[in-house]
C-alpha cells in the first residue's frame, strides 16, 4: 500500500522568508511518481511538479525547488522569498507506475504568508 | 484546451435529498476519477474509470453513491440520500493514459454542505 505524510499541518512565514515543505511517502514499487499540488481558497488543484523515481535530480522552478532524496523517501518542497500569493494548502501526492495506478495524496500544509 | 469542467460549483441541500455532480473531462483522456476531500484532508479517490468502465470502485460507499460515465467521456456522480457526513468538495479528475506518466488534470470541483 502506498502512503504520504506531511507532517507539518500549518506554517506561517513572513512575506521574503524561504519555506521548505516536507512530504515523506512509503511504497512498495520501484516505479512510481511524486507530484506537488497547490490549492489556493478558491478551492481547485493547480499542478506544480511531477516527477519519476528514477530521477533524482533537484529541480528549480523560478522561486520553486524541489529535493528528492531516494533513501530517505522524501520530496521536498521549497519556497524562496515567499509572498503573500503563495498562501495556499500545498499536497504531496504518490502514483504506482501502471495502468491500474492511483494517486494517494497526503493530508496538505497550509502555508500562511503574512506581509 | 478546455480543462476538467464540473458542475454545480456549489450545492446545499438538505440532507436526505438526492444530489448529483457532473464532469466534462479533458477531451481524449480516457481515465477519469471521482475524488472527494473533506474539511482539512487531502483527496481521497471514490472511482476511477477507464473509458465508460469502473475499474476501482472499491472506496464507493454504493449504499447511497452511485456514478456512471455513459459512452467514456462525461460522468455523474449520484448521493441518494445526502447525509451530513457527505458534505465535503467532490473532485473530478482525467488523465490521458498511465496517469503517473501523464499526470492528472483536477476540475474546479463541486463543494457540497448538507444541512
Known amino acids: ?115 | 484546451e478546455a480543462g476538467v469542467v464540473q458542475s454545480p460549483r456549489y450545492k446545499i441541500i438538505e440532507k436526505k435529498q438526492p444530489v448529483a455532480f457532473w464532469c466534462n473531462p479533458i477531451s481524449g483522456h480516457n481515465t477519469l476519477y471521482w475524488y472527494r476531500q473533506n474539511l482539512g484532508q487531502g483527496p481521497e479517490l471514490l472511482i476511477r474509470y477507464e473509458n465508460e468502465e469502473a475499474v476501482d470502485d472499491s472506496q464507493l460507499p454504493k449504499d447511497r453513491f452511485s456514478a456512471e460515465r455513459l459512452k467514456g467521456v462525461d460522468s455523474t456522480l449520484k448521493i441518494q440520500p445526502a447525509e451530513l457526513g457527505d458534505s465535503a468538495v467532490y473532485l473530478c479528475a482525467s488523465s490521458q493514459g498511465a496517469p503517473g506518466a501523464y499526470g492528472y488534470t483536477f476540475g474546479s470541483g463541486t463543494r457540497l454542505t448538507v444541512v
Open chain 1, 1 to 115: 500500500a502506498q502512503k504520504v505524510t506531511q507532517a507539518q499541518t500549518e506554517i506561517s512565514v513572513v512575506e521574503k522568508e524561504d519555506v521548505t515543505l516536507d512530504c515523506v511517502y512509503e511504497t512498495r514499487d520501484t516505479t512510481y511518481y511524486l507530484f506537488w499540488y497547490k490549492q489556493p481558497p478558491s478551492g481547485e488543484l493547480v499542478f506544480l511538479i511531477r516527477r519519476n523515481s528514477f530521477d533524482e535530480q533537484n529541480e528549480i522552478s523560478g522561486r520553486y525547488s524541489w529535493n528528492f532524496q531516494k533513501s530517505t523517501s522524501s520530496f521536498n518542497f521549497t519556497i524562496t522569498a515567499s509572498q503573500v500569493v503563495d498562501s495556499a494548502v500545498y499536497f504531496c501526492a504518490l502514483s504506482e507506475a501502471g495502468a491500474n495506478s492511483k494517486l494517494t495524496f497526503g493530508k496538505g500544509i497550509t502555508l500562511s504568508v503574512r506581509p
